[in-house]
């Protein structure tokens, strides 16, 4: 009874097992678990809370500033003289004294600084948002190179082990032949070289899958050990976008930044101006023996300016515009990059689509060319380099037209991300 137990648990835990290491995953999936579990999106999330605070901050200096504070002194020997001391002449033991002080300030005028320096924090905060976007954007490129990666690698594993077998029974049939006198010894070892590329060629296909499919599951943060399989639904058809507008969050978070750099100018050129705050405040005074002060409440205002600034400001002034200049080369250069790069992507993506009909081509004609070789070599007509060159421009162009269709999705998913639209474009 224990055994039988035993054998049920056994096979529920590598059932149990084998249903956590293989998953079957689409592009549209394997896009929303990096945008939303990776770690480089954890961190452009992060960054845009971190900048949401830094908005809140600035925005406290448009608050009341209040302090309170208290002091307390003991007094030795001390000489003390005034007209509200009894017996002016000195002879009072004062000992002790304590101060209790609250102030508010509230500012009321500084140069329009608090209220530039809201409005920049709140552009830079917009344009950590852009960032995080194209954070994403950048993911879902990486997640999709992989995704196709492993796809393509898996069809290759298909496709050569087929090719492997039929090099096999080559061996195996020209090995009786030889056997029988009926074929050279050169020729098998032609034909066992053959299975040993090709075994060759499998093994490295396979370590190139396993490191596609190990990347991808590290970079999901799925669990350990994963075996993903890809879903076959995103090869069966591609609705293309007929949009080619542009809309990057790089160049986005550059435009915030941008304005942001202008209100900086404002912000530097407030320090021209005064200053101007109310004030209010209360004040309790003891004077051990000698005097008591409450109820000193007190208000008014409160004015400043910084002389020095009409000399020494204007470097500062001078510092914004600079800074904005800047970041207005930087959006023309990734305006020029941006173009290039769409016209580019746009490029691969129609080459990938005349390749596979060229590609179509090629393998119906290696598999024809292999076919009339192969017929040509039982007649004696052909010999064995020309049929196993054949072999291998049929496996050749069969895996060209097996990755044809993941290519040109690919290529389409390229254009556009460089559109920055390639999340948009899977939703």
Do not use: C
């Not at 032609?190 to 490191?211: D, F, P």
């Not at 542009?246 to 320090?271: C, M, P, W």
Request: glycine share 4%.
């Amino acid at each position: 009874m224990n055994i039988n137990k035993f054998i049920i648990f056994a096979l529920f835990s590598f059932g149990f097992n084998y249903a956590q290491e293989n998953k079957t995953l689409s592009l549209k999936e394997a896009i929303n678990i990096g945008i939303t579990k990776s770690n480089q999106a954890i961190l452009a999330d992060t960054k845009v809370k971190t900048s949401e605070w830094d908005v809140k901050t600035v925005k406290n200096n448009q608050l009341p500033s209040a302090s309170v504070s208290g002091q307390f002194f003991k007094l030795t020997k001390a000489d003390v003289k005034g007209n509200l001391i009894q017996g002016s002449g000195g002879g009072v033991d004062i000992n002790q004294l304590m101060i209790g002080q609250a102030n508010v300030t509230v500012p009321v005028f500084n140069g329009f600084k608090i209220q530039n320096g809201i409005k920049a924090s709140q552009n830079l905060n917009f344009a950590e948002v852009s960032n995080a976007q194209h954070t994403k954007e950048q993911i879902a490129l990486y997640v999709t190179q992989l995704y196709f990666g492993l796809y393509k690698t898996q069809q290759m594993i298909v496709l050569t082990e087929d090719n492997l077998k039929s090099a096999h029974q080559r061996v195996v049939d020209f090995q009786a032949l030889e056997d029988n006198g009926l074929l050279a010894h050169n020729d098998l070892l032609k034909a066992q070289l053959q299975e040993s590329n090709i075994e060759l060629s499998l093994e490295t296909i396979k370590k190139n899958n396993a490191v596609l499919n190990f990347q991808l599951v590290n970079f999901l943060q799925l669990a350990e050990g994963t075996k993903i399989k890809i879903s076959e639904e995103d090869f069966s058809s591609l609705k293309v976008a007929t949009d080619n507008s542009v809309q990057r969050k790089d160049l986005e978070a550059l435009s915030f930044h941008q304005q942001a750099a202008q209100t900086n100018i404002k912000i530097a050129k407030g320090n021209y101006y005064p200053s101007f705050n109310l004030i209010g405040g209360y004040i309790a005074l003891d004077v051990k023996n000698a005097l008591t002060v409450t109820n000193a409440m007190n208000f008014g205002a409160g004015i400043s300016y910084d002389l020095s600034s009409i000399f020494k400001n204007k470097k500062n002034v001078e510092k914004a515009k600079s800074q904005a200049l800047e970041v207005e080369n930087q959006i023309a250069i990734l305006n020029e990059k941006i173009t290039e790069e769409v016209q580019e992507a746009t490029e691969n993506y129609n080459l990938a689509i005349k390749q596979k009909a060229v590609y179509q081509k090629a393998q119906f004609q290696a598999e024809e060319n292999y076919r009339i070789v192969l017929d040509k070599y039982n007649n004696g007509l052909s010999n064995t380099n020309d049929l196993l060159e054949a072999n291998v421009e049929q496996l050749q162009a069969k895996i060209n037209y097996a990755i044809s269709t993941s290519e040109i999705l690919q290529k389409y998913y390229e254009l556009e991300f460089q559109k920055g639209k390639l999340t948009q474009s899977l939703n």
